[in-house]
């Protein structure tokens, strides 16, 4: 088994290369923005709703929350989910555009105990007891980094 080495995740980045987009995925990314503008905003906010409010029902019902969290958290979610949506009306199409490009190139950092960088897209990544546990009976060499182009 070959990887790039040991290290700790630190977080959605973007990637190298990123904000190059192709007017294809420009374009693209537009229409997916003024497509959004022609939804049924109540009926998505219901459906969400619907959504997480089964979710922590399931969670109570597990035992892993209490109603009272439960409620806190669904209360949380809803301020949230109104906030954004209040930025997003405040947007122009173009700055929405550009929003939605920007999250598509963030992806996990990995900074490796040996110095470097790896991207969540150039390699498989776990948590450190289950990689253990997976590969305990492969021979691990670790090579370097891979080259990248920031164009």
Known sequence: MFLFGRGVYAGDFSRPGAGNWSDDTVRMARRVVEESLNENVDGLREADDAWMVRNLD???GQGKQTREEADQNLAE????????ETKRAAMTVDEQVAEL????DLNPRLDLDGGGTVWGCECWWMPEAEFDKRYSKHTVVVVPEPARSTA
Request: aromatic share 6%; glycine share 6%.
């Open 77 to 84: 979610y809803r301020r949230l989910r109104a906030e954004r």
């Open 101 to 104: 490009l920007t999250g598509m």
């Open 58 to 60: 399931e969670a109570v």
